[in-house]
């Protein structure tokens, strides 16, 4: 139905379609990977597929550092010819920011001969994902030749980054990548801007505090997993989430309440506008069951 719409406002002899509105529609029917300049040889890499991860790369004198490197290698070949319209330098480093596919499925792609880094944990989980993978999927992963425990820092000149493990929140490994001189975060799955996240075998009590440390630095512009830029505005709001369904299932806990009256029993009207994924077991009751099962393994 949009295609005929779209044939007929084309059609030739209508000049009642003003420009502007063409290309609206455009932008809406080739929707295309945004790649936004936030600060000094750094670019935000907005994916325009929702399974698919964001990415951030840091742009040096000499090379390239990548950060997370999206689904699979198509996904990746649009990730490098986004990089490759800015510079042609090598790519030196990848950063993954946790184990999931959409972070790190387009590595071999991206950079054959970067140096790909992680948490300990990650590069563990990864193997275990191989391992139980069939072979032509187990081929997308390119596991970590560096990894750390608490924090690493690359040297791209003139530039650093900061790399680090602020405790388990998504899953047990995650990595947030800070920017200084930048003022910016890459955040992983830790923040999805306006979304009920996705929770793996993590912690949502250590995960507020991440993101409370998070939101203590210098920050003029946040990369969310998912979904558009952001800023400490939007960083907030989905920290405000969840402090406040953790509050709430925690009430309930402590009441003795069951798992189906803390599903029913949330309140989170506040949150209406945040998109919430049953597929991926990631609407409000499904925070809050994860957050009733951490509660319980105390
Ligand atoms: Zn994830």
Redesign the pocket.
């Known amino acids: 139905m949009r295609a005929r719409r779209l044939r007929s406002m084309l059609r030739i002899g209508q000049p009642w379609m003003p420009v502007p509105v063409l290309i609206l529609i455009c932008a809406q029917l080739w929707a295309v990977p945004q790649v936004k300049p936030i600060g000094p040889g750094l670019y935000a890499y907005i994916s325009d597929n929702d399974s698919s991860a964001n990415s951030t790369f840091l742009v040096g004198n000499k090379g390239i550092l990548v950060v997370d490197t999206g689904f699979d290698s198509a996904e990746g070949t649009k990730l490098l010819r986004a990089i490759r319209g800015v510079s042609s330098l090598p790519i030196e480093f990848i950063v993954n920011t946790?184990y999931?596919r959409?972070?790190q499925g387009g590595n071999t792609v991206v950079g054959p001969a970067a140096v790909v880094i992680s948490t300990d944990w990650t590069r563990q989980r990864t193997l275990q994902v191989i391992q139980s993978s069939p072979a032509q999927e187990a081929s997308l992963y390119e596991t970590a030749e560096v990894t750390f425990a608490d924090k690493l820092t690359v040297h791209l000149d003139p530039y650093t980054a900061e790399v680090y493990f602020p405790g388990k929140a998504?899953?047990s490994g995650d990595a947030l990548v800070y920017f200084p001189s930048q003022r910016a975060i890459a955040m992983g799955?830790l923040f999805l801007n306006t979304s009920s996240p996705?929770m793996?075998a993590g912690s949502a009590e250590n995960w507020i505090h991440a993101l409370d440390e998070a939101l203590a630095r210098p920050l003029d512009a946040v990369v969310p997993?998912h979904f558009d830029l952001a800023t400490k505005k939007e960083l907030q709001r989905f920290r405000d989430y969840l402090n406040d369904l953790f509050a709430q299932v925690e009430a309930l806990f402590e009441k003795g309440a069951t798992l189906e009256e803390i599903r029913r029993g949330i309140h989170m009207e506040k949150y209406n506008d945040f998109r919430q994924y049953p597929q991926y077991h990631a609407t409000f009751a499904d925070n809050a069951e994860t957050i009733y099962q951490q509660l319980q393994q105390h």
Request: proline letters at 0%; zero cysteines; charged letters at 30%.
């Open positions: 946790h999931h959409d972070h998504h899953t799955d996705a793996d997993g």
